[in-house]
């Protein structure tokens, strides 16, 4: 409904002059309440004393609470009206007449009685008389408000500087923290309730980072503090992360803005970082960059981006064929005959689910690969260890194979138990050096035992003239600044996102799954067709690779 009300107002001399007020709502209300649209500020009308609106196509006029209204003059409670007819509410006329434009009816507010200055009338209708019995509104509300001062400030920062002021607070059930306190205190601080003071450490200021670091004494860096270039990062509070007297709500943020207020123009802010800049992971979140070994002599790693349309190669010195081991119709088994590997008999779960527990040869690969050197001793294997102790081991059994009579060599004379003689004993102890480096060099580290997996440096070739395996360096953390839950994600095949592994004849094919295979199944945030995911689902903030924070303060004495 469209309604024009226009206030009339009569001058001395009989002018008369008006405003108009155009309402476009259903129900037009009148009151000397404010929220009214005709609004009628006299002491005589309710706050809310009538409603009219139109009902089945008539208007209708109805007073709220049993005030007193009359419709052309007659008392009524509720009356149909129409254009022509006249309402009075107290001491105003309401006239109703016909649309002017594009409105419905035009609705006329006039005062016709005004209320007269130190009448009767109005001092029946207000009570004023009483304000010679009590004090006036104003000495009232400077009562309540120095009162209010009292109770919830004077109290509690007097019980925060005198312990006897906060016990008799406390036994009085007055106990001056719930006073002042903006909300409840979280889980992981419920054992500080009653002791404001281990984090309020003085009054009328904010908690400190040395309050918070005073128990949080291993939280590390967020970035090498070396290379914090950025002055509002240093500058940042504790408390303005870790938000405290929430309830239930987490004290850690876990909103997006949390990231990226600082990683959304980070290269505006530091041009010298090699970060990319970083608002919404599906629209906005650079190419995944894994951390690959680039040499393993020199212990060196790279961060690569999965961006470069060839796959990225890692030289970790090992060597490993996927798609021998994963052949659909089987590998060999020294004991169960043949058997169909998949992924998870090798890449086993850490307890927890969330990381892959290293590959070792020991847990692993040797039920399968056995160091077996000698075929006539079956049951005895090689250690996965140094090339030196593998040496040692080789030559300590033929030795000991060559000084027992009746076995090897068999041109040795006597008979077991006694001394060999002084020849046989050079003779023996040179079929030992050279068995040992037939099998040296034709088994353990020249045939297919290491060298299956190992490059191997053969004596001649090597500074210590010796065999020796080529280093190794085996990546841990493919992307060590970020956090992927792999029991999460157990209703997948590994190959659905380890693409091509089945294909794989060489271990130095990096087969970490880009950031379109991720997008697939998450989204930013606000996400609604894909799991939504901030930041922090797969970044965490304080990372224990970096030095401590604030290391001083996290020693200094704390406060009883």
């Known amino acids: ?74 008392p009524v409670a509720r009356a ?33 009685n005004p209320l007269e200055e130190g009448s009767s009338q109005g001092a029946a209708i207000t009570g004023l008389q009483l304000a010679a019995l009590l004090p006036s509104k104003r000495r009232w509300s400077w009562v309540f408000f120095l009162g209010v001062i009292a109770v919830t ?47 309020h450490r003085e009054a009328f200021a904010k908690v400190a980072d040395a309050a918070c670091v005073a128990c949080h004494k291993t939280v590390h860096h967020h970035v090498p503090p070396q290379q914090l270039r950025l002055a509002e990062l240093q500058l940042v509070r504790c408390g303005v992360c870790h938000q405290e007297h929430r309830g239930e709500e987490p004290i850690v943020r876990h909103d997006q803005a949390f990231c990226t207020d ?17 608002s919404d992971f599906t629209s906005t979140h650079p190419e995944f960059r894994p951390t690959v070994v680039v040499d393993p002599a020199k212990q060196l790693r790279e961060r690569l981006s999965l961006a470069a349309s060839t796959p990225l190669v890692e030289h970790s010195g090992l060597k490993f064929n996927h798609q021998k081991h994963l052949d659909p119709k089987g590998v060999r088994d020294p004991e169960k005959g043949t058997v169909v590997l998949t992924c998870t008999d090798c890449h086993k779960l850490e307890p927890g689910g969330k990381f892959i527990r290293p590959t070792r040869m020991e847990t692993e690969c040797q039920r399968c690969h056995r160091l077996q050197f000698d075929e006539t001793a079956p049951r005895r294997q090689l250690p996965h260890g140094e090339p030196a102790e593998v040496i040692r081991i080789v030559a300590d059994f033929y030795a000991a194979r060559s000084l027992s009579r009746g076995v090897i060599p068999a041109t040795l004379g006597g008979l077991p138990g006694e001394p060999l003689a002084e020849a046989d004993r050079v003779e023996a102890r040179e079929w030992a050096d050279e068995q040992t480096k037939i099998t040296l060099r034709k088994i353990v580290f020249g045939g297919g035992m290491c060298g299956t997996c190992h490059t191997v440096v053969p004596p001649e070739a090597s500074a210590s003239k010796n065999w020796e395996i080529a280093p190794v360096l085996l990546t841990r953390r493919w992307m060590p600044k970020a956090e992927f839950d792999h029991s999460k994600h157990g209703t997948l095949r590994c190959q659905e996102c380890h693409m091509g592994a089945e294909r794989s004849t060489t271990s130095e094919i990096v087969m970490m799954p880009k950031i379109a295979k991720c997008r697939e199944c998450h989204g930013g945030p606000a996400a609604t067709a894909a799991v939504p995911s901030p930041c922090l689902l797969c970044h965490i903030f ?19």
């Open 1 to 74: 409904m469209r309604w024009l009300v226009r206030f009339i107002t009569r001058r001395a001399g009989g002018a008369i002059s008006h405003s108009d007020q155009p309402v476009e709502t259903a129900i037009l209300r009148f009151g000397r309440g404010t929220a009214n649209e005709v609004y009628l500020p006299d002491i005589r009308v309710a706050f809310g004393h009538a409603r009219l609106g139109l009902l089945d196509g008539a208007f209708v006029v109805a007073a709220s609470g049993g005030n007193l209204m009359t419709v052309n003059g007659i």
């Open 80 to 112: 149909v009206v129409q254009p022509g007819d006249e309402i009075g509410i107290g001491p105003y006329r309401i006239g109703l007449n016909e649309a002017e434009g594009d409105h419905d009816l035009l609705v006329e507010v006039e005062l016709v």
């Open 153 to 199: 400030l004077a109290l509690p920062v007097a019980a925060f500087y005198a312990k006897n002021v906060r016990s008799m607070l406390t036994a009085a059930a007055l106990p001056p923290d719930r006073m002042v306190s903006s909300g409840t205190i979280s889980a992981p601080h419920k054992n500080l309730v009653g002791n404001c003071q281990a984090c």
């Open 262 to 278: 600082c990683h959304a123009d980070l290269k505006r802010k530091d041009k010298e970082t090699t970060l990319e800049d970083v």
């Open 542 to 560: 304080h990372r224990a690779n970096l030095e401590l924070m604030r290391p001083a303060e996290a020693a200094a004495p704390k406060r009883p």
